[in-house]
């Protein structure tokens, strides 16, 4: 069964940077799509970083580009999510998800994509 822990939010000035950790443990598959999410208060779930976990490719939301960074440890089965140069609009709460390698490589973004998903770590950005 997979299992997926964030951690790593909390309220940051405008301008400040956060780092989200996700472990994972049991995807026995060794092409699947693994990605940050995030959702306000009032909005729907967005995509906000994917990276397809043994090739590398990673995906943005236009809305963060140049401002935050997707990244994997193999060794320690965690995904990452460094973020730069927060705005208030990037207050939501972000959820770590995993998706099937078939299932998500026409829309990687997209969280219908994602059957796996953590708990989700709170990020607010104080203006």
């Known amino acids: 069964q997979v299992h997926l822990v964030e951690s790593g939010g909390g309220s940051v000035q405008a301008g400040g940077s956060l780092r989200l950790s996700c472990a994972a443990s049991g995807y026995t598959d060794s092409r699947y799509f693994m990605g940050w999410f995030r959702q306000a208060p009032g909005k729907e779930r967005e995509g906000v970083a994917v990276i397809y976990i043994g090739v590398g490719s990673t995906y943005y939301a236009d809305s963060v580009k140049g401002r935050f960074t997707i990244s994997q440890d193999n060794a320690k089965n965690t995904l990452y999510l460094q973020m730069n140069s927060l705005k208030p609009e990037d207050t939501a709460m972000y959820y770590c998800?995993?998706?099937?390698?078939?299932?998500?490589?026409?829309?990687?973004?997209?969280?219908?994509?994602?059957?796996?998903w953590g708990q989700g770590t709170q990020v607010t950005v104080l203006s």
């Open positions: 998800a995993a998706g099937d390698f078939w299932r998500a490589r026409w829309y990687p973004l997209s969280p219908n994509s994602y059957n796996y």
